[in-house]
């Protein structure tokens, strides 16, 4: 009874604070500007310039507009850029946007202002001291906040996951709960508009009783906004670089900050960046010291960045294999991190290179893909894009582009399709498939021969060598001078005379050229945001999943698959958020045949492919066939997965995921936790986590036998000055060694990173 009590109480105090108060101006209006005032159920009012603006008012810029608003007791500034629509809300200590779709741009002042500042959206939630950041909300539920100066911390309320976020950086959080920070690019910051200084006049009349007047004064100030005494350009508005200006906000009053011209308004990003790392990594087994330079180049909407990294051994002697581009001209597009045209909220985009937090749809499927799992050892080539027109959008992505050559790569296909913004019920169609999953197997000389079976890795041109002796055996291409003589190796010559009659040589190995097992994916889903509140949001969504694996056996019984398939039905599925502090997800999930949810997970490169080596004997297996083992592709389950986040008092994140499907004769289980400290309140720490996931294994909480799909790692950044940082990270996979017995690949990196 009295937790209710308190709630209530709580309640009605949250709600006191949305009193109709004039908390800002609009000061820029060009094109569609709108306003939905507290309590009108559209937007109605055409925006004026210097309109009043109060608490629980809502405002809209049409696909021809821009505007801008100052709030008035810190001049922080807010520019709105075009198809955005967002609402105000202040309580007595917390300033909030509700950025509901759109491109803000925030000035945000930390002189003068005593409440807490953040930008909400369906998704994430962007808190600020004094910074300046563009805040970009896509409707399909994709966020991106880019830093320009100061730090912001980013918090993805599917997930719980947080992330601090400083100049030249970027955030990305989706509705599936994946967060992602990444170097950002100049061009990744919108068109930053100059806008001119606004100063609020003190009324006249300010001794009088304001009872009677308030309620006039804001109608009147939008009906006559061109009245050089109501706007005035402000002289000399206040700058954050002024040491002394800290101690200020203490007084919460305006006009006591000595204000002097504001440096950087308006500056358009920098064409040109260059970042650099010195440290180590470990690749192939192998320690080196790398030293990497990590330019950008901008232009407009067209940005790329490029990796040019050297590694030395211990004895100062550069690993040549990455820069033999005469003999190897794909390793080129190595040196490509990313090239990329617009962003995912433009009417038209596309990203080349590194591809990170790939989910379709609510991730039946496709769920959280990287491209980067072996990075910089295995350097994969991904392509994503895609368009939004109106109430239309479609996504393609290829993970490596690398694999055409192997036979197929991992491909994925979205189209989207939203009924209206009054009535946003949304649905979905996913196409996930990848044409050869044999194309995971490593084949470092392209002659499309695996390096298991290939008895000469480096050679393009040969293959086997029966009696082991460092001699190709006899085959067709290859020049006859360069031939083992005796190439099963029993003392007698292959040709000639006393020719031996009783040759036996190793059958041609595995080709990637000859076998192919492929895999197929739909999925069909349909999503509403039942609840959209601030104190509590609920959505309710389903899917309907099919996978299908198509039987494939090799001429020497390499590979043998029988034909499988399944389907996965959630429904429902509901994502609830309370106060922005705790966020719960929970599906029923019900399971026929041969079918996993989010097959296609973060770890899917590392699992798409297996061999087992027994004696001569090798083996592969794709992932669905150890996943599914011995069952039956009959096999029905059901279960519940369940995930909850929570934010301790902005001092850390916690996250975790669990999901057990259970059959008659089989249990499936996920799970998969994440911690971030929040680096604003430990000294010199940029950064802090660690996370642990293991999906679709029988027990994931057997940490002493870890599975092929068990990944852990952590990042710490420590910052030894400004712009100079200590990166310590640390990922730990399993791979079977050829034995069944499995074997931790450990990724370690130690980075001095340069920003400038």
Not at 305 to 318: P, T
Not at 355 to 384: A, D, H, K, Q
Not at 461 to 471: A, C, E, K, L, P
Request: glycine share 10%; proline share 6%; hydrophobic share 35%.
């Amino acid at each position: 009874m009295s937790k209710a009590f308190s709630l209530f109480i709580t309640s009605l105090l949250f709600i006191s604070q949305l009193q109709a108060n004039v908390i800002a101006r609009l000061i820029k209006a060009e094109g569609d500007v709108t306003f939905k005032r507290m309590g009108m159920d559209s937007f109605s009012e055409k925006a004026k310039l210097g309109a009043a603006i109060q608490n629980g008012d809502a405002i809209k810029v049409g696909e021809t507009g821009f505007g801008a608003i100052m709030y008035l007791d810190d001049k922080t500034i807010l520019k709105i850029r075009e198809n955005t629509k967002f609402g105000f809300m202040d309580t007595q200590n917390t300033r909030t946007v509700d950025l509901v779709h759109g491109t803000l741009l925030n000035d945000v002042k930390s002189e003068g202002r005593t409440k807490s500042f953040r930008i909400q959206t369906p998704v994430s939630v962007a808190s600020v001291k004094g910074t300046q950041f563009a805040a970009i909300v896509s409707q399909a539920g994709v966020d991106q906040f880019i830093g320009k100066e100061g730090l912001f911390e980013v918090l993805n309320m599917i997930s719980g996951e947080t992330v601090s976020v400083g100049p030249g950086q970027k955030a990305i959080s989706n509705a599936t709960g994946n967060l992602i920070t990444a170097p950002a690019s100049p061009g990744d910051y919108p068109e930053d508009p100059e806008v001119e200084p606004y100063e609020e006049p003190e009324p006249e009349d300010a001794e009088e009783p304001r009872e009677d007047a308030e309620l006039e004064e804001a109608p009147e100030s939008r009906e006559t906004p061109d009245q050089p005494e109501s706007v005035e350009p402000e002289e000399a508005p206040e700058t954050p670089d002024e040491p002394e200006s800290q101690e200020f906000p203490e007084t919460g009053e305006e006009g006591e900050i000595p204000e002097t011209p504001e440096e950087g308004s308006g500056t358009p990003p920098k064409p040109f960046g260059m970042g650099m790392g010195i440290g180590s990594v470990t690749l192939d087994g192998v320690l080196y010291n790398q030293l990497a330079l990590r330019p950008e180049i901008n232009i407009g909407k067209i940005g790329f960045g490029l990796d040019l990294v050297l590694y030395l051994d211990f004895e100062g002697n550069i690993r040549t294999e990455d820069w033999d581009i005469a003999d190897d001209p794909s390793k080129l597009l190595d040196k490509i991190l990313y090239i990329k045209y617009g962003q995912k909220t433009d009417p038209m985009w596309f990203k080349y290179g590194s591809i990170e937090g790939m989910t379709l749809g609510y991730g039946g499927l496709l769920n959280g893909y990287s491209n980067m799992m072996e990075f910089p050892s295995v350097r994969r080539i991904g392509l994503n894009t895609g368009f939004n027109i109106g109430p239309v959008g479609g996504e393609l992505f290829f993970a490596n582009l690398k694999d055409f050559s192997r036979g197929g790569t991992l491909t994925g296909l979205r189209a989207a399709y939203t009924i209206s913004e009054d009535f946003p019920l949304t649905f979905g169609l996913n196409i996930v498939t990848d044409a050869n999953m044999f194309s995971g197997l490593k084949d470092a000389d392209d002659d499309k021969y695996p390096d298991v079976f290939d008895d000469f890795p480096d050679s393009t041109n040969m293959w086997n060598d029966t009696d082991g002796d460092g001699i190709p055996d006899p085959h067709e291409g290859l020049d006859s001078s360069r031939w083992d003589i005796d190439a099963d190796g029993d003392n007698l010559y292959d040709y000639g005379d006393g020719t031996d009659t009783l040759i036996t040589l190793k059958a041609t190995p595995f080709s990637l050229e000859d076998n192919k097992a492929s895999t197929l994916g739909f999925t069909v889903d349909v999503g509403y945001p039942v609840v959209s509140g601030k104190v509590f949001s609920l959505g309710l969504y389903s899917e309907f999943n099919s996978l299908s694996f198509p039987s494939a056996v090799t001429e020497d019984s390499t590979f043998i698959r029988l034909d499988r398939s399944g389907t996965g039905i959630t429904i429902p599925g509901l994502r609830a958020s309370f106060f922005s502090i705790l966020d719960m997800t929970i599906e029923y999930r019900i399971i026929n045949g041969s079918f996993v949810p989010s097959f296609f997970d973060q770890s899917y490169d590392l699992t798409r492919v297996v061999t087992t080596t027994v004696g001569d004997s090798t083996t592969i297996r794709t992932k669905d066939m150890f996943t599914f083992d011995e069952n039956s592709n009959d096999l029905t389950s059901a279960g519940v997965f369940g995930s909850a986040s929570l934010n301790l008092f902005n001092l850390a994140s916690f996250s975790a995921g669990y999901a057990k499907m259970v059959a008659e004769t089989d249990t499936i289980q996920s799970f998969n936790a994440f911690i971030n400290l929040n680096a604003d309140n430990i000294p010199k720490i940029s950064s802090a986590m660690a996370y642990y996931q293991r999906n679709n294994d029988a027990n994931p909480f057997d940490f002493e036998n870890p599975s092929e799909n068990t990944i852990m790692g952590y990042r710490v950044g420590y910052e030894m000055s400004k712009g100079v940082s200590l990166i310590w990270d640390f990922r730990q996979f399993y791979r079977d060694d050829g034995t069944g017995t499995m074997e931790p690949v450990k990724q370690t990196t130690i980075e001095t990173t340069f920003n400038f």
